[in-house]
């Protein structure tokens, strides 16, 4: 059991079964792995509404990027999580020895993060640059499901940030929505479903995506503040209610889409594409790793 203290710096597989399965057949063993968000929270960042399948969702993550790097991520020095949400990944890291770093836009994350999670500092951070970190601060960044979620200017923004805060000798790890999920998305009703996608504008990212470009579908939810036009503003107040409004600034947010060849020529102003993992999360996200060019 005292290696268990060890938490991600024990085996893979022992931390993996640790984490997914042995502290609910076992409520003891809970007191060796970082305690869970309320359900308000989990639900916010996962849609997910309880422990067990958090949980599942953490490790599959931890265990893709894992995979997708060239060594164990406790062996890194320092590891910035950008968009950590509420720590559905970065419960993953105690136990760590370096720095564990996050940023999040909601508040409610960052304030449970700091409160929950002793390994790990959070900072609150906005929908534009810059983020609060210095040049060259961290060895690894990660990033799950946000560049999923941004317009191509934002996204050259962010990547811009992101570079900026990586060490010359660093690497990233984010995801995207690429082919995989692109084909999903079109055969499958319940990712469809999921994605709550306005059928016209889904139709107009395929052919985007098509000729290679960033495909982006807006979304009418609580981050977006910037409507085409009227119809647009009437299905938002459907959606989501002024009072809800997590975001004051000029914001778009909806559900993006890029091919394989984009990112490889478009991300490569900033990075060399180390590799790339298609499908490497839930057969659905692709994983990028990418070093900066400095």
Known sequence: MNQLKSGCRIPLEEWMGLNRVQIFTNPELKRYVSP????????????LQNEQDFAAHGTDIYRALTAASSKPFS?????LDFGCGCGRLARMFKGHSGRIAGCDIDARHVDWINNNLAFME??????????PYEDNEFEAIISISIFTHLTEKSQDQFLSELYRVCSPVGRLFLTVHGKRALERALNEPTIRAMLAMDEQRFERAQLEFAENRHAFVLQFGHLTTVLENASDIERAKDTVSDSKKMVEEPFEYGITFVPEDYVRSHWGKWFDIVDYHHGG??????IVVLKPKK
Do not use: C, W
């Not at 869970?36 to 849609?47: D, H, K, R, T, Y």
């Not at 959070?122 to 983020?131: E, H, R, W």
């Open 75 to 79: 062996e890194f020095s320092s590891i």
């Open 122 to 131: 959070a900072k609150l951070s906005k929908v534009t640059p810059p983020i």
């Open 36 to 47: 869970f968000p309320p359900i308000e929270l989990m639900a916010n960042v996962s849609g």
């Open 281 to 286: 999360i839930h057969n659905f996200q692709d």
